[in-house]
Protein backbone atom coordinates (compact mmCIF):
# COMPACT_ATOMS: atom_id res chain seq x y z
CA UNK A 1 0.00 0.00 0.00
CA UNK A 2 1.52 3.36 -1.30
CA UNK A 3 2.23 5.95 1.80
CA UNK A 4 -0.63 8.31 0.39
CA UNK A 5 -3.25 5.55 1.41
CA UNK A 6 -2.25 5.32 4.70
CA UNK A 7 -4.46 8.04 6.55
CA UNK A 8 -3.42 10.15 9.55
CA UNK A 9 -6.06 9.49 12.72
CA UNK A 10 -5.96 12.14 15.38
CA UNK A 11 -7.18 10.53 18.75
CA UNK A 12 -8.84 13.27 20.89
CA UNK A 13 -8.19 12.09 24.53
CA UNK A 14 -6.24 9.71 26.30
CA UNK A 15 -8.45 8.33 28.65
CA UNK A 16 -9.01 4.55 28.53
CA UNK A 17 -11.33 5.31 25.02
CA UNK A 18 -8.47 7.12 23.82
CA UNK A 19 -5.90 4.89 24.54
CA UNK A 20 -7.80 1.44 23.75
CA UNK A 21 -8.43 3.47 20.28
CA UNK A 22 -4.58 3.51 20.16
CA UNK A 23 -3.67 0.71 20.61
CA UNK A 24 -5.96 -1.46 18.66
CA UNK A 25 -4.82 0.36 15.78
CA UNK A 26 -1.36 0.38 16.16
CA UNK A 27 -1.51 -3.18 16.51
CA UNK A 28 -4.30 -4.31 14.05
CA UNK A 29 -3.87 -2.02 11.07
CA UNK A 30 -0.30 -0.84 11.29
CA UNK A 31 -0.05 -0.40 7.43
CA UNK A 32 -3.59 1.49 7.11
CA UNK A 33 -2.75 4.74 9.44
CA UNK A 34 -0.34 6.88 11.77
CA UNK A 35 -1.77 7.55 14.66
CA UNK A 36 -1.55 10.54 16.67
CA UNK A 37 -3.29 10.95 19.90
CA UNK A 38 -4.10 14.72 22.01
CA UNK A 39 -4.73 14.95 25.52
CA UNK A 40 -4.79 17.38 27.87
CA UNK A 41 -3.22 16.57 31.53
CA UNK A 42 -4.38 19.39 32.99
CA UNK A 43 -8.68 18.40 31.87
CA UNK A 44 -7.59 15.08 32.98
CA UNK A 45 -9.33 11.63 32.84
CA UNK A 46 -13.03 11.07 34.30
CA UNK A 47 -11.07 8.62 36.53
CA UNK A 48 -13.53 5.68 36.81
CA UNK A 49 -14.81 2.65 35.47
CA UNK A 50 -13.24 -0.46 37.61
CA UNK A 51 -15.61 -3.34 36.37
CA UNK A 52 -15.42 -5.25 32.58
CA UNK A 53 -17.01 -7.71 30.89
CA UNK A 54 -15.35 -10.99 29.41
CA UNK A 55 -15.19 -9.17 26.37
CA UNK A 56 -12.11 -7.32 27.44
CA UNK A 57 -10.15 -10.50 27.64
CA UNK A 58 -10.49 -10.98 23.98
CA UNK A 59 -9.42 -7.30 23.60
CA UNK A 60 -5.86 -7.45 25.52
CA UNK A 61 -5.37 -10.98 23.57
CA UNK A 62 -5.26 -9.40 20.31
CA UNK A 63 -3.04 -6.90 21.28
CA UNK A 64 -1.19 -9.67 22.63
CA UNK A 65 -1.09 -7.82 26.10
CA UNK A 66 0.07 -10.74 29.20
CA UNK A 67 -2.58 -11.33 31.10
CA UNK A 68 -0.74 -11.52 34.27
CA UNK A 69 1.15 -8.33 33.59
CA UNK A 70 -1.90 -6.12 33.08
CA UNK A 71 -3.45 -7.51 36.40
CA UNK A 72 -0.39 -7.11 38.53
CA UNK A 73 -0.15 -3.38 36.72
CA UNK A 74 -4.12 -1.95 37.41
CA UNK A 75 -4.09 -3.87 40.64
CA UNK A 76 -6.99 -5.74 38.88
CA UNK A 77 -8.86 -8.52 40.70
CA UNK A 78 -10.92 -11.73 39.09
CA UNK A 79 -14.40 -10.89 38.64
CA UNK A 80 -16.74 -14.05 38.16
CA UNK A 81 -20.00 -11.77 37.86
CA UNK A 82 -22.13 -8.85 39.69
CA UNK A 83 -24.52 -9.52 43.02
CA UNK A 84 -27.69 -7.65 42.99
CA UNK A 85 -28.59 -7.35 46.48
CA UNK A 86 -32.40 -5.76 47.07
CA UNK A 87 -33.20 -5.47 43.45
CA UNK A 88 -36.60 -7.51 42.91
CA UNK A 89 -37.59 -6.88 47.21
CA UNK A 90 -35.24 -5.61 49.81
CA UNK A 91 -33.81 -8.59 51.61
CA UNK A 92 -33.37 -10.53 48.00
CA UNK A 93 -30.28 -11.26 46.47
CA UNK A 94 -28.62 -13.14 43.85
CA UNK A 95 -25.30 -12.89 41.05
CA UNK A 96 -25.45 -12.21 37.62
CA UNK A 97 -22.95 -14.74 36.64
CA UNK A 98 -20.37 -15.15 33.71
CA UNK A 99 -21.36 -18.24 32.34
CA UNK A 100 -24.20 -20.74 31.86
CA UNK A 101 -26.39 -22.00 34.04
CA UNK A 102 -26.19 -25.87 34.70
CA UNK A 103 -23.53 -28.39 32.53
CA UNK A 104 -24.16 -26.27 29.93
CA UNK A 105 -24.40 -28.82 27.20
CA UNK A 106 -27.91 -30.29 26.64
CA UNK A 107 -30.15 -29.76 23.80
CA UNK A 108 -33.08 -27.58 26.22
CA UNK A 109 -31.21 -24.66 28.20
CA UNK A 110 -31.01 -26.02 32.05
CA UNK A 111 -33.77 -23.04 33.42
CA UNK A 112 -36.74 -24.92 31.77
CA UNK A 113 -35.79 -27.84 34.40
CA UNK A 114 -35.40 -25.28 36.70
CA UNK A 115 -38.89 -23.55 36.22
CA UNK A 116 -40.39 -26.96 36.30
CA UNK A 117 -39.01 -28.11 39.36
CA UNK A 118 -39.53 -24.79 40.71
CA UNK A 119 -43.47 -24.94 40.20
CA UNK A 120 -44.08 -28.91 40.97
CA UNK A 121 -41.52 -29.53 43.76
CA UNK A 122 -39.59 -30.64 45.50
CA UNK A 123 -37.97 -26.63 45.74
CA UNK A 124 -35.03 -26.73 43.67
CA UNK A 125 -33.16 -24.20 45.55
CA UNK A 126 -31.73 -21.03 43.72
CA UNK A 127 -30.56 -20.97 40.24
CA UNK A 128 -27.52 -19.33 41.27
CA UNK A 129 -26.75 -22.79 43.33
CA UNK A 130 -26.59 -24.71 39.92
CA UNK A 131 -23.68 -22.01 38.78
CA UNK A 132 -20.25 -22.65 38.99
CA UNK A 133 -19.84 -18.85 38.17
CA UNK A 134 -22.07 -18.29 41.30
CA UNK A 135 -21.07 -20.78 43.81
CA UNK A 136 -17.24 -19.64 43.10
CA UNK A 137 -17.77 -16.34 43.96
CA UNK A 138 -20.04 -16.91 47.06
CA UNK A 139 -16.99 -19.36 48.52
CA UNK A 140 -14.22 -16.68 47.15
CA UNK A 141 -13.18 -19.23 44.97
CA UNK A 142 -10.95 -18.73 41.78
CA UNK A 143 -9.07 -20.20 39.17
CA UNK A 144 -9.14 -20.12 35.36
CA UNK A 145 -11.47 -22.14 33.28
CA UNK A 146 -10.53 -25.48 32.15
CA UNK A 147 -10.36 -25.67 27.91
CA UNK A 148 -11.93 -28.94 28.47
CA UNK A 149 -16.12 -28.18 27.41
CA UNK A 150 -16.75 -31.66 29.31
CA UNK A 151 -16.05 -30.16 32.64
CA UNK A 152 -17.82 -28.10 34.12
CA UNK A 153 -14.67 -25.71 35.48
CA UNK A 154 -15.76 -24.94 31.96
CA UNK A 155 -18.92 -23.66 32.51
CA UNK A 156 -17.80 -20.10 33.64
CA UNK A 157 -15.78 -16.93 32.66
CA UNK A 158 -14.57 -13.99 34.10
CA UNK A 159 -14.07 -10.62 33.68
CA UNK A 160 -11.11 -8.16 35.04
CA UNK A 161 -11.96 -5.69 38.34
CA UNK A 162 -8.79 -2.67 38.58
CA UNK A 163 -7.95 0.79 38.92
CA UNK A 164 -9.27 2.76 36.16
CA UNK A 165 -6.33 5.01 37.12
CA UNK A 166 -4.04 2.85 35.60
CA UNK A 167 -5.48 0.95 32.58
CA UNK A 168 -5.19 3.99 30.00
CA UNK A 169 -1.29 4.48 31.33
CA UNK A 170 -0.85 0.77 30.59
CA UNK A 171 -2.56 0.79 27.06
CA UNK A 172 -0.52 4.02 26.64
CA UNK A 173 2.92 2.08 27.05
CA UNK A 174 1.89 -0.55 24.51
CA UNK A 175 0.17 1.99 22.18
CA UNK A 176 3.22 4.28 21.98
CA UNK A 177 5.82 1.08 21.79
CA UNK A 178 3.87 0.54 18.78
CA UNK A 179 4.66 3.56 16.94
CA UNK A 180 1.85 6.44 18.48
CA UNK A 181 2.54 9.44 18.95
CA UNK A 182 1.17 11.62 21.72
CA UNK A 183 0.89 15.77 22.12
CA UNK A 184 0.47 17.52 25.33
CA UNK A 185 -2.00 20.31 25.27
CA UNK A 186 -5.61 21.73 25.81
CA UNK A 187 -7.70 21.59 22.40
CA UNK A 188 -9.23 25.16 21.99
CA UNK A 189 -10.39 25.08 18.31
CA UNK A 190 -12.10 22.47 15.88
CA UNK A 191 -11.21 23.31 12.45
CA UNK A 192 -14.13 22.15 9.94
CA UNK A 193 -13.12 21.87 6.11
CA UNK A 194 -15.66 24.21 4.14
CA UNK A 195 -16.80 22.41 1.37
CA UNK A 196 -17.19 19.15 2.70
CA UNK A 197 -17.58 19.99 6.19
CA UNK A 198 -15.28 17.13 7.94
CA UNK A 199 -13.18 18.05 10.38
CA UNK A 200 -9.80 19.36 8.79
CA UNK A 201 -7.54 19.97 12.05
CA UNK A 202 -7.55 20.74 15.95
CA UNK A 203 -5.71 23.77 17.55
CA UNK A 204 -3.69 23.51 20.61
CA UNK A 205 -3.62 26.26 23.63
CA UNK A 206 -0.40 26.81 22.21
CA UNK A 207 -1.07 27.41 18.68
CA UNK A 208 -0.22 23.96 16.99
CA UNK A 209 -2.30 22.49 14.73
CA UNK A 210 -2.58 19.23 14.32
CA UNK A 211 -4.47 17.77 10.63
CA UNK A 212 -5.59 14.10 9.81
CA UNK A 213 -7.60 12.32 7.62
CA UNK A 214 -9.97 10.93 10.15
CA UNK A 215 -10.44 12.25 14.03
CA UNK A 216 -11.74 9.65 16.66
CA UNK A 217 -13.39 11.46 19.54
CA UNK A 218 -12.45 10.24 23.41
CA UNK A 219 -12.74 13.26 24.84
CA UNK A 220 -15.10 12.02 27.17
CA UNK A 221 -18.64 13.72 28.37
CA UNK A 222 -17.65 16.88 26.76
CA UNK A 223 -17.70 15.61 23.16
CA UNK A 224 -15.59 17.99 22.12
CA UNK A 225 -16.14 16.75 18.21
CA UNK A 226 -19.01 14.97 17.97
CA UNK A 227 -21.07 17.29 20.68
CA UNK A 228 -19.96 20.57 20.83
CA UNK A 229 -18.70 21.06 17.01
CA UNK A 230 -20.29 18.68 14.68
CA UNK A 231 -23.57 19.14 16.67
CA UNK A 232 -24.69 15.41 16.59
CA UNK A 233 -27.78 15.49 18.50
CA UNK A 234 -28.00 13.61 22.38
CA UNK A 235 -31.00 10.57 22.58
CA UNK A 236 -31.85 11.08 25.64
CA UNK A 237 -33.13 8.10 28.01
CA UNK A 238 -32.86 9.23 31.72
CA UNK A 239 -36.77 8.91 31.49
CA UNK A 240 -36.28 5.30 31.41
CA UNK A 241 -33.18 5.45 33.17
CA UNK A 242 -33.42 8.38 35.91
CA UNK A 243 -29.82 7.84 37.85
CA UNK A 244 -28.18 11.01 36.36
CA UNK A 245 -24.81 11.51 39.51
CA UNK A 246 -23.02 9.51 41.23
CA UNK A 247 -21.05 10.14 44.09
CA UNK A 248 -18.06 7.87 44.28
CA UNK A 249 -15.41 7.24 47.23
CA UNK A 250 -12.67 4.37 47.35
CA UNK A 251 -11.58 2.65 50.88
CA UNK A 252 -9.62 0.39 52.31
CA UNK A 253 -10.46 -3.54 51.96
CA UNK A 254 -11.67 -4.84 54.85
CA UNK A 255 -13.26 -7.90 54.36
CA UNK A 256 -12.20 -11.06 52.46
CA UNK A 257 -11.15 -10.51 48.25
CA UNK A 258 -14.72 -11.17 46.52
CA UNK A 259 -14.25 -11.85 42.74
CA UNK A 260 -17.51 -10.36 42.11
CA UNK A 261 -18.94 -6.49 41.88
CA UNK A 262 -21.19 -5.60 43.88
CA UNK A 263 -24.86 -3.61 43.15
CA UNK A 264 -26.76 -2.76 46.46
CA UNK A 265 -30.12 -1.17 45.66
CA UNK A 266 -30.85 2.22 47.52
CA UNK A 267 -33.96 4.33 48.11
CA UNK A 268 -33.09 6.61 44.93
CA UNK A 269 -30.69 4.28 42.76
CA UNK A 270 -27.94 1.97 43.63
CA UNK A 271 -24.14 1.62 45.65
CA UNK A 272 -21.36 -0.34 43.48
CA UNK A 273 -18.85 -2.05 45.80
CA UNK A 274 -15.64 -3.61 43.82
CA UNK A 275 -12.76 -4.90 45.59
CA UNK A 276 -9.19 -4.23 44.05
CA UNK A 277 -5.62 -5.65 45.19
CA UNK A 278 -5.07 -2.79 47.19
CA UNK A 279 -8.59 -1.38 48.20
CA UNK A 280 -12.18 -1.21 47.04
CA UNK A 281 -14.04 1.30 44.99
CA UNK A 282 -17.17 2.46 46.08
CA UNK A 283 -20.17 4.68 44.80
CA UNK A 284 -23.67 5.91 44.59
CA UNK A 285 -25.36 5.67 41.37
CA UNK A 286 -28.56 8.13 42.06
CA UNK A 287 -31.64 9.90 40.15
CA UNK A 288 -30.88 14.04 41.23
CA UNK A 289 -34.88 14.10 41.27
CA UNK A 290 -34.97 11.85 44.34
CA UNK A 291 -32.34 12.62 46.35
CA UNK A 292 -29.70 15.00 46.98
CA UNK A 293 -26.08 15.34 46.43
CA UNK A 294 -25.38 16.09 50.35
CA UNK A 295 -27.95 12.96 51.26
CA UNK A 296 -26.20 10.60 48.44
CA UNK A 297 -22.67 11.24 49.99
CA UNK A 298 -23.96 10.85 53.81
CA UNK A 299 -26.02 7.53 52.68
CA UNK A 300 -22.24 6.28 50.73
CA UNK A 301 -19.92 7.45 53.29
CA UNK A 302 -22.28 5.71 55.75
CA UNK A 303 -22.59 2.56 53.92
CA UNK A 304 -18.88 1.67 53.26
CA UNK A 305 -17.38 -1.04 54.87
CA UNK A 306 -13.80 0.22 55.32
CA UNK A 307 -11.92 3.85 56.19
CA UNK A 308 -12.61 5.83 53.48
CA UNK A 309 -8.78 6.94 51.63
CA UNK A 310 -10.21 9.68 49.62
CA UNK A 311 -13.00 12.47 49.29
CA UNK A 312 -16.32 11.51 48.16
CA UNK A 313 -16.24 13.40 44.41
CA UNK A 314 -19.69 13.88 42.52
CA UNK A 315 -19.68 12.81 38.63
CA UNK A 316 -22.79 14.00 36.84
CA UNK A 317 -23.89 11.84 33.83
CA UNK A 318 -27.01 12.02 31.31
CA UNK A 319 -28.61 8.07 29.82
CA UNK A 320 -28.31 8.57 26.01
CA UNK A 321 -26.54 8.39 23.01
CA UNK A 322 -25.85 10.52 20.43
CA UNK A 323 -28.13 10.00 17.66
CA UNK A 324 -25.03 8.73 15.27
CA UNK A 325 -21.62 7.85 16.48
CA UNK A 326 -19.95 8.01 12.92
CA UNK A 327 -20.58 11.44 10.88
CA UNK A 328 -18.54 12.56 8.17
CA UNK A 329 -14.38 11.76 9.25
CA UNK A 330 -15.56 12.17 12.98
CA UNK A 331 -16.36 8.48 15.07
CA UNK A 332 -17.31 9.17 19.09
CA UNK A 333 -15.93 6.65 21.10
CA UNK A 334 -16.44 6.12 24.94
CA UNK A 335 -18.20 8.58 26.55
CA UNK A 336 -18.33 11.40 23.95
CA UNK A 337 -20.73 8.76 21.85
CA UNK A 338 -22.72 8.46 25.17
CA UNK A 339 -23.24 6.89 28.33
CA UNK A 340 -25.29 4.37 30.16
CA UNK A 341 -25.09 3.77 33.92
CA UNK A 342 -22.28 1.28 35.22
CA UNK A 343 -24.71 -0.91 36.21
CA UNK A 344 -23.68 -3.82 34.22
CA UNK A 345 -20.37 -2.78 33.50
CA UNK A 346 -20.78 -1.76 29.90
CA UNK A 347 -18.60 1.15 29.39
CA UNK A 348 -15.92 -0.37 28.14
CA UNK A 349 -17.27 -3.00 27.04
CA UNK A 350 -19.55 -0.18 24.33
CA UNK A 351 -15.81 1.38 23.73
CA UNK A 352 -14.35 -2.30 22.32
CA UNK A 353 -17.30 -2.55 20.35
CA UNK A 354 -16.46 0.95 18.57
CA UNK A 355 -13.17 -0.12 17.93
CA UNK A 356 -13.52 -3.34 16.81
CA UNK A 357 -16.18 -2.07 14.29
CA UNK A 358 -14.06 0.44 13.24
CA UNK A 359 -10.86 -2.16 12.78
CA UNK A 360 -13.55 -3.65 10.93
CA UNK A 361 -15.03 -0.67 8.49
CA UNK A 362 -11.90 1.33 8.70
CA UNK A 363 -12.10 3.43 6.09
CA UNK A 364 -10.24 4.66 2.60
CA UNK A 365 -9.49 7.68 2.09
CA UNK A 366 -12.73 8.81 0.50
CA UNK A 367 -15.09 7.35 3.08
CA UNK A 368 -17.97 5.48 1.93
CA UNK A 369 -21.37 6.35 3.23
CA UNK A 370 -22.33 2.64 3.79
CA UNK A 371 -19.69 1.83 6.07
CA UNK A 372 -20.31 4.88 7.74
CA UNK A 373 -24.17 3.65 8.00
CA UNK A 374 -22.95 -0.13 8.64
CA UNK A 375 -21.39 1.37 11.96
CA UNK A 376 -23.78 3.28 13.10
CA UNK A 377 -25.94 0.59 12.88
CA UNK A 378 -24.10 -1.73 14.53
CA UNK A 379 -23.45 0.95 17.46
CA UNK A 380 -26.93 2.20 17.63
CA UNK A 381 -27.88 -2.04 18.75
CA UNK A 382 -25.57 -2.53 21.08
CA UNK A 383 -26.64 0.26 23.13
CA UNK A 384 -30.34 -0.43 22.68
CA UNK A 385 -30.03 -4.07 23.74
CA UNK A 386 -27.92 -2.70 27.02
CA UNK A 387 -30.28 0.05 27.76
CA UNK A 388 -33.47 -2.25 27.41
CA UNK A 389 -31.46 -5.22 29.76
CA UNK A 390 -30.64 -2.38 32.25
CA UNK A 391 -34.30 -0.96 32.14
CA UNK A 392 -35.20 -4.96 32.92
CA UNK A 393 -33.17 -4.67 36.60
CA UNK A 394 -35.14 -1.70 37.61
CA UNK A 395 -38.55 -2.08 36.49
CA UNK A 396 -38.70 -6.35 37.32
CA UNK A 397 -39.27 -5.18 41.03
CA UNK A 398 -42.02 -5.48 43.50
CA UNK A 399 -40.57 -1.96 45.49
CA UNK A 400 -42.58 0.50 46.83
CA UNK A 401 -40.83 1.66 49.34
CA UNK A 402 -39.78 4.95 47.75
CA UNK A 403 -40.85 7.34 45.09
CA UNK A 404 -38.02 5.99 43.18
CA UNK A 405 -38.72 3.01 42.67
CA UNK A 406 -42.42 3.12 42.64
CA UNK A 407 -41.39 5.18 39.17
CA UNK A 408 -39.09 2.37 37.66
CA UNK A 409 -41.73 -0.26 38.65
CA UNK A 410 -44.49 1.27 37.07
CA UNK A 411 -43.28 3.49 34.11
CA UNK A 412 -43.64 2.14 30.52
CA UNK A 413 -40.60 0.29 29.50
CA UNK A 414 -39.30 0.34 25.64
CA UNK A 415 -41.84 -1.67 23.51
CA UNK A 416 -38.69 -3.95 22.79
CA UNK A 417 -38.02 -4.55 26.60
CA UNK A 418 -41.93 -5.27 26.92
CA UNK A 419 -42.39 -8.20 23.93
CA UNK A 420 -38.82 -9.89 25.51
CA UNK A 421 -40.31 -9.70 29.34
CA UNK A 422 -43.81 -11.45 27.95
CA UNK A 423 -42.10 -14.62 25.65
CA UNK A 424 -40.03 -15.06 29.34
CA UNK A 425 -42.67 -14.85 31.44
CA UNK A 426 -45.10 -17.44 29.09
CA UNK A 427 -42.87 -20.09 28.55
CA UNK A 428 -39.46 -19.39 29.63
CA UNK A 429 -38.21 -18.42 25.86
CA UNK A 430 -35.35 -16.15 25.71
CA UNK A 431 -35.85 -13.32 22.43
CA UNK A 432 -32.55 -14.05 20.05
CA UNK A 433 -30.17 -11.75 19.56
CA UNK A 434 -27.93 -12.00 16.40
CA UNK A 435 -26.01 -9.07 17.78
CA UNK A 436 -25.16 -7.45 21.04
CA UNK A 437 -23.44 -8.04 24.08
CA UNK A 438 -25.49 -10.39 26.70
CA UNK A 439 -26.51 -13.67 26.23
CA UNK A 440 -29.49 -15.83 27.38
CA UNK A 441 -27.90 -16.63 30.58
CA UNK A 442 -27.85 -13.08 31.51
CA UNK A 443 -31.00 -12.20 30.66
CA UNK A 444 -32.60 -15.74 32.76
CA UNK A 445 -30.33 -15.05 35.49
CA UNK A 446 -31.68 -11.79 35.95
CA UNK A 447 -35.23 -12.68 35.26
CA UNK A 448 -35.03 -15.07 37.64
CA UNK A 449 -33.17 -13.31 40.13
CA UNK A 450 -35.77 -10.68 40.32
CA UNK A 451 -38.79 -12.61 40.56
CA UNK A 452 -40.27 -13.66 37.26
CA UNK A 453 -40.18 -17.23 36.74
CA UNK A 454 -42.23 -17.98 33.72
CA UNK A 455 -45.45 -19.96 33.67
CA UNK A 456 -44.56 -22.53 31.41
CA UNK A 457 -41.35 -24.18 29.87
CA UNK A 458 -39.64 -25.74 27.05
CA UNK A 459 -41.72 -29.14 26.83
CA UNK A 460 -39.12 -31.02 26.00
CA UNK A 461 -37.97 -30.26 29.79
CA UNK A 462 -41.19 -32.97 30.55
CA UNK A 463 -39.31 -36.01 29.77
CA UNK A 464 -37.33 -36.86 32.91
CA UNK A 465 -39.52 -38.66 35.82
CA UNK A 466 -39.61 -35.97 38.67
CA UNK A 467 -37.81 -37.89 40.81
CA UNK A 468 -35.10 -38.59 38.32
CA UNK A 469 -35.45 -34.71 37.62
CA UNK A 470 -35.08 -34.22 41.61
CA UNK A 471 -32.24 -36.81 41.62
CA UNK A 472 -30.22 -35.17 39.00
CA UNK A 473 -31.10 -31.46 39.95
CA UNK A 474 -29.55 -32.54 43.54
CA UNK A 475 -26.89 -34.51 42.25
CA UNK A 476 -25.75 -31.41 39.52
CA UNK A 477 -25.71 -28.73 42.78
CA UNK A 478 -23.32 -31.05 44.72
CA UNK A 479 -20.86 -31.80 41.99
CA UNK A 480 -20.84 -27.83 41.79
CA UNK A 481 -20.46 -27.18 45.35
CA UNK A 482 -17.51 -29.68 46.04
CA UNK A 483 -15.74 -28.69 42.67
CA UNK A 484 -15.80 -24.82 43.85
CA UNK A 485 -14.77 -25.96 47.21
CA UNK A 486 -11.29 -27.53 45.63
CA UNK A 487 -10.66 -24.56 44.58
CA UNK A 488 -8.25 -22.08 45.46
CA UNK A 489 -9.35 -18.97 47.45
CA UNK A 490 -9.47 -15.81 45.13
CA UNK A 491 -6.88 -13.89 47.19
CA UNK A 492 -4.41 -16.80 47.33
CA UNK A 493 -4.83 -16.97 43.38
CA UNK A 494 -3.99 -13.49 42.92
CA UNK A 495 -0.73 -13.49 45.44
CA UNK A 496 0.19 -16.12 43.03
CA UNK A 497 -0.37 -15.04 39.31
CA UNK A 498 -0.36 -11.84 39.19
CA UNK A 499 0.31 -9.59 42.29
CA UNK A 500 0.56 -5.68 42.14
CA UNK A 501 4.21 -4.12 42.43
CA UNK A 502 4.37 -2.32 45.42
CA UNK A 503 4.50 1.45 44.58
CA UNK A 504 2.58 2.65 41.66
C1 LIG B 1 -19.79 6.96 37.88
C2 LIG B 1 -19.22 6.16 36.76
C3 LIG B 1 -18.88 4.84 36.96
C4 LIG B 1 -18.40 4.07 35.91
N1 LIG B 1 -18.11 2.74 36.10
C5 LIG B 1 -17.77 1.98 35.04
C6 LIG B 1 -17.53 0.58 35.18
O1 LIG B 1 -17.57 0.02 36.28
N2 LIG B 1 -17.21 -0.13 34.08
C7 LIG B 1 -17.11 0.46 32.85
O2 LIG B 1 -16.88 -0.25 31.86
N3 LIG B 1 -17.26 1.78 32.71
C8 LIG B 1 -17.59 2.54 33.75
N4 LIG B 1 -17.77 3.89 33.59
C9 LIG B 1 -17.47 4.49 32.29
C10 LIG B 1 -15.95 4.62 32.11
O3 LIG B 1 -15.43 5.42 33.15
C11 LIG B 1 -15.64 5.27 30.78
O4 LIG B 1 -16.32 4.61 29.76
C12 LIG B 1 -14.17 5.18 30.48
O5 LIG B 1 -13.38 5.66 31.53
C13 LIG B 1 -13.83 5.94 29.21
O6 LIG B 1 -13.83 7.31 29.40
P1 LIG B 1 -13.36 8.21 28.18
O7 LIG B 1 -11.99 7.79 27.78
O8 LIG B 1 -14.42 8.19 27.14
O9 LIG B 1 -13.35 9.67 28.80
P2 LIG B 1 -12.32 10.36 29.84
O10 LIG B 1 -11.70 9.43 30.77
O11 LIG B 1 -13.08 11.52 30.43
O12 LIG B 1 -11.17 10.94 28.91
C14 LIG B 1 -11.34 12.11 28.17
C15 LIG B 1 -10.00 12.56 27.62
O13 LIG B 1 -10.20 13.69 26.76
C16 LIG B 1 -9.29 14.69 27.08
N5 LIG B 1 -9.84 15.99 26.74
C17 LIG B 1 -11.09 16.47 26.98
N6 LIG B 1 -11.19 17.73 26.52
C18 LIG B 1 -10.00 18.04 25.95
C19 LIG B 1 -9.47 19.21 25.33
N7 LIG B 1 -10.19 20.32 25.19
N8 LIG B 1 -8.21 19.18 24.88
C20 LIG B 1 -7.44 18.05 25.02
N9 LIG B 1 -7.88 16.94 25.61
C21 LIG B 1 -9.15 16.93 26.08
C22 LIG B 1 -9.06 14.53 28.59
O14 LIG B 1 -7.86 15.13 29.00
C23 LIG B 1 -9.02 13.01 28.70
O15 LIG B 1 -7.72 12.56 28.35
C24 LIG B 1 -18.22 4.67 34.64
C25 LIG B 1 -18.50 6.02 34.46
C26 LIG B 1 -19.02 6.77 35.49
C27 LIG B 1 -19.34 8.21 35.27
Known amino acids: MGEDQRLRVVIVGGGTAGWMTAAALTKLLPTRCDVHLVESEAIGIVGVGEATLPHIRAFNERLGINEAEFMAATRATFKLGIEFQNWGKIGDSYIHPFGTFGRGTGEVEFHHYWARQFRDGPAPGAMGDYSMAVTMAYLNRFMLPDPDPAKLESTFSYAYQFDATL??????????????????????????DGESG?????????????DGDLFVDCSGFVSLLMGRKLEEPFEDWSHWL??????????????????????????????????????????????????????????????????????PRVLKFKAGRRRRSWVGNCIAVGLSSGFLEPLESTS???????????????PERNISPLDRDEFNRLIDIEYDRIRDFLILHYHATTRDDSPFWDHVRTMRVPDTLHEKMELFRRRGRVAKYREGVFLDASWIAVYIGQGIVPDGHDMRADLPSSTAL???????????????????????????????AEAA
Open 167 to 192: FAPFLQRVAQGLGARRTEGRIVDVEL
Open 198 to 210: DIGAVVLESGERI
Open 242 to 311: PCDRAVAMPCKTQTALTPFTGAIAMPAGWRWRIPLQHRTGNGYVYSSAHVSDDEARDALVAAVEGEPIAE
Open 348 to 362: IYLIQAAISRLVELF
Open 470 to 500: ANAMSALRSEIRQRAEAMPDHRAHIERYCPM
